[in-house]
């Protein structure tokens, strides 16, 4: 056996490298063949380290495992580093995961969706004529719900005439249930599912992307869906489909920042316009993603209330409203206007005059105006 004098492991007699850390060993002396001594000096430890050749340097095992061993961690930290900060591509599942985080960051998005504005929420009791018919049906829908108490009958008597009215009170539930004069029938919407996007897109500097999507109400109250609500208020949808645009920043895909999205594609229709003289096609890159686009975000899309309107009473019109990117006809007269958009509110002011007038969306193809005698629904006209 030897001992190697750097660590002290034990070898066998035979070895020429320490088992253990891998240093030369110390060889004892022995005596040289004949042949060998013959006109040659003694070969010494030092002479056989010194004339060694470097293949012939067996290689630890314990080291080897080492070096292999950090090799790997390193690959698997780079690979790890390349997926972490590798731009996300698009996918419906993405798509989803950042809308989803949109609507949680701003509660009052849909919220025409889910707070309902058809009758006087904000009074309490409330009075209806015993002869209005529709108010009586729907209020019979929320006081099954436990939203309103069963109604009181109280007479009302004005010179020879009588005139029955029946009387509701809110109840606890339907306190809770009503923010800012409406009532609302769920937490809020959330995404259903992701149908389908467009292929992502440079705008300026910013790669975007439209997709459409199905959000659903958010913990919805029991009665929403029964056949008699749905029947009394078809706006109410458990579903319903919308357009989203998203954009990629800082390699993450989120619900696209409307005033980015314009100075991108301020950006894009610059540089288009800069190509297009010397190559037609140049000016046609952005495709018809670009032009969707710009549509979205022009004064007319942005605006919801833009197009024509009526609003009719067993079968007959006593409004009708037009209204363009500056002016507004009602009843037929026309009249300078501008507008101030927020949520689902439009309010409407005519030249000169500071107060407005306040229309309220309730989907794509309903609004409601409070006339100051009435509260009247407005249906589209296409």
């Not at 580093?81 to 698009?90: G, T, V």
């Not at 991108?264 to 032009?291: I, T, V, Y």
């Amino acid at each position: 056996m030897i001992f190697c004098t750097q660590c002290g492991h034990k070898n066998v007699a035979e070895a020429r490298f320490c088992e253990e850390c891998g240093k030369p060993l110390v060889l004892r002396a022995a005596a040289a063949p004949a042949a060998q001594v013959v006109g040659a000096a003694s070969s010494t430890p030092t002479d056989f380290v010194a004339t060694a050749s470097a293949s012939s340097i067996p290689i630890n095992g314990k080291l080897l495992k080492y070096v292999a061993g950090g090799v790997a961690l390193l690959a698997v930290i780079g690979a790890g580093l390349f997926f972490l900060l590798a731009p996300e591509s698009a996918s419906n599942e993405r798509f989803a995961a950042a809308i989803e985080r949109s609507l949680a960051a701003n509660s009052q998005a849909y919220k025409v969706r889910y707070c309902l504005s058809n009758f006087a929420y904000n009074l309490d009791p409330v009075q209806v004529n015993e002869q209005d018919q529709g108010t009586r049906q729907w209020l019979a829908v929320l006081t099954k719900a436990g939203l309103y108490s069963e109604p009181e009958l109280i007479e009302d008597t004005t010179g020879y005439f009588v005139v029955r009215k029946l009387r509701y009170s809110k109840t606890e539930a339907g306190k809770n249930a009503t923010q800012e004069g409406k009532l609302c029938i769920a937490d809020g919407v959330t995404v259903a599912k992701v149908d389908s996007f467009t292929p992502p897109q440079k705008l300026g500097d910013t790669q975007a992307s439209r997709a459409t999507v199905t959000l659903k109400l958010r913990n919805p109250m029991p009665w929403v869906m029964t056949d008699e609500t749905r029947a009394q208020t078809p706006q109410i949808k458990a579903e319903f489909t919308d357009s989203v645009v998203m954009a990629l920043k800082d390699g993450k895909w989120d619900v696209a920042d409307q005033r980015a999205l314009q100075t991108a594609m301020m950006a894009e229709r610059k540089l288009s316009s800069k190509q297009q003289s010397g190559n037609d096609s140049a000016s046609s890159g952005a495709g018809g993603f670009f032009d969707s686009l710009k549509k979205l975000f022009s004064s007319g899309a942005s605006n919801p209330i833009i197009g024509h309107w009526k609003s009719d009473v067993m079968g007959i019109t006593v409004a009708m409203f037009e209204f363009d990117s500056n002016s507004m006809v009602s009843n037929g007269q026309k009249v300078d206007v501008r507008y101030e958009v927020e949520d689902t509110r439009v309010t409407v002011y005519a030249q000169g005059q500071s107060n407005g007038t306040v229309f309220n969306v309730i989907d794509h193809d309903t609004l409601s105006v409070n006339t100051g005698m009435a509260e009247l629904k407005l249906k589209r006209v296409n």
